[in-house]
């Protein structure tokens, strides 16, 4: 095991498990630069050793938790210290009511549970933006539970990891990946269960994924009829909802952003805030989340949970884009 800075007081004591993936790389190129992280570091012949990883996870203060499902949950049951904090990446924990979910914007019980909790689930990255969307709406009683829905999300390759990333900037590429891709065609996409409980929502939304030939950014469309809005809400009234809860330096609400009428998935590519807009008018309203997968989609939204964690400002070690 080596550690990446000297023992000393202050400093807290970091463990990224699985930091060979996508997301744990950009975590671990955050932590570098932030001070007061100590960073423990298996060696190359150690990181899949069992035993070496529960001698890690018990060593630190918070662990990353990059991982495949299955082992995200076998890495959170290797852990024996009490007071050691997981930040879960995967989709494992995330409607699990004994772990956080990892997005307080939502509101002062989301802040206040990953405050005082020990196990912190980042959200999913097509989920992060239909849940920032759409669960306020229902909380303020203007959508209601049972509501249709449908989601429509553009995202970059990077967000199918490094197999999908090396399809599509290897030598041998496909034609095919020339174009956009839809998937998720069972309608069985992991990321719908989240969606569901996080929000309220009691039916799963008609989810349409397309990945594009561009590296990294997102963009989630969710369309809403008037038809659907309870107590003769409008447009306009989303918009004062999405004004006074998304006023803060990682979501903002953004009006007149377009670019002559076009909306770029990859606006917010390599930064970690996310834009919300709502576009349409009163009988069919649209409703728009930019950010960038890899950012508040995955190891930004996890950097700002580990801000939270430490009591910093909640940007330090994040890439923020002037709205």
């Known amino acids: 095991m080596i550690n990446m800075a000297e023992k000393n007081g ?8 699985g930091r ?12 570098e630069k932030m001070d007061g992280i100590e960073l423990i570091i298996l060696k190359e012949d150690e990181r899949k050793d069992r035993t070496k990883r529960k001698e890690a996870l018990n060593s630190c203060d918070i662990a990353f938790l990059c991982l495949p499902d299955a082992a995200a949950i076998e890495a959170a049951e290797l852990v024996e210290r009490e007071n050691v904090v997981l930040i879960d990446t ?5 409607t699990d009511k004994d772990w956080a979910y990892g997005l307080p914007e ?3 019980g989301f802040r206040e549970k990953i405050l005082g909790s020990k196990r912190i689930a980042v959200p999913g990255c097509h989920a992060s933006g239909f849940i920032v969307l759409v669960y306020p709406l229902i909380e303020e009683g203007i959508l209601p539970k049972d509501a249709f829905l449908s989601c429509f999300s553009l995202t970059g390759y990077s967000g199918g990891g490094k197999k999908m990333i090396a399809e599509y900037e290897g030598e041998n590429r496909s034609p095919l990946l020339d174009a956009p891709r839809q998937y998720g065609i069972t309608q069985n996409h992991k990321h ?3 969606m569901t409980e996080i929000t309220g929502l009691e039916r799963k939304p008609v989810f349409c994924p397309i990945v594009g030939d561009f590296y990294s950014g997102m963009e989630v469309t969710v369309p809403i009829f008037k038809d ?3 107590n003769g809400a409008k447009a306009e009234d989303i918009k004062n909802i999405y004004k006074n809860r998304y006023g803060g330096s990682v979501i903002t609400y953004v009006e007149g952003d377009d670019t002559a009428g076009f909306y770029s998935a990859a606006d917010m590519s390599g930064f970690d805030n996310m834009k919300i807009s ?8 649209i409703l728009v989340a930019r950010y960038d997968n890899l950012g508040k989609g995955a190891s930004g939204a996890a950097i700002e949970c580990l801000n939270y964690k430490l009591g910093k400002n909640i940007t330090d070690g994040l890439d923020i884009k002037e709205c």
């Open 192 to 194: 719908l269960k989240e």
């Open 106 to 108: 939502l509101g002062e």
């Open 278 to 285: 709502v576009e349409g008018n009163d009988d069919r309203i």
């Open 90 to 94: 995967s989709t494992a924990h995330r």
């Open 228 to 230: 659907q809005l309870l």
């Open 10 to 17: 202050g400093k807290t004591k970091i463990f990224i498990d």
């Open 20 to 31: 060979e993936g996508t997301t744990g790389l950009r975590i671990y190129d955050r932590l």
